[in-house]
Nanobody, 125 residues
């Protein structure tokens, strides 16, 4: 059973920073890219960032480029999302997810199979 658990969300003010963590069970990450997505009520799940297993390939949504940084520690089976200069429009539930197949990356949610339960990020103006 693959399990992903997000943590690190919270309530912050505009301009603040947060670091989200996505911890996976032992076999859940090896060889797979991992993505971060976010969702607000009534909207579709939105791609934020993804990172390959090696960390050598990284993608960002234009809306977070220059402010968010994704990284991973494979020894700890954990992927991180450092979020700086947060804006009210970053408010959402943030999810991490594992890519369906080994290798490759993508921005579409249907390319990912296992998802965490989500962590709420709220940014006040």
């Amino acid at each position: 059973q693959v399990q992903l658990v997000e943590s690190g969300g919270g309530l912050v003010q505009a301009g603040d920073s947060l670091r989200l963590s996505c911890a996976g069970s032992g076999r859940s990450f090896r060889g797979y890219s991992t993505g971060w997505f976010r969702q607000t009520p009534g909207k579709e799940r939105e791609f934020v960032s993804s990172i390959s297993w090696s960390g050598g390939s990284i993608l960002y949504a234009d809306s977070v480029k220059g402010r968010f940084t994704i990284s991973r520690d494979n020894a700890k089976n954990t992927v991180y999302l450092q979020m700086n200069s947060l804006k009210p429009e970053d408010t959402a539930v943030y999810y991490c997810a594992r890519r369906k197949v080994v290798g490759g990356q993508g921005k579409q949610p249907d390319g990912y199979d296992y998802w965490g339960q989500g962590t709420q990020v709220t940014v006040s103006a």
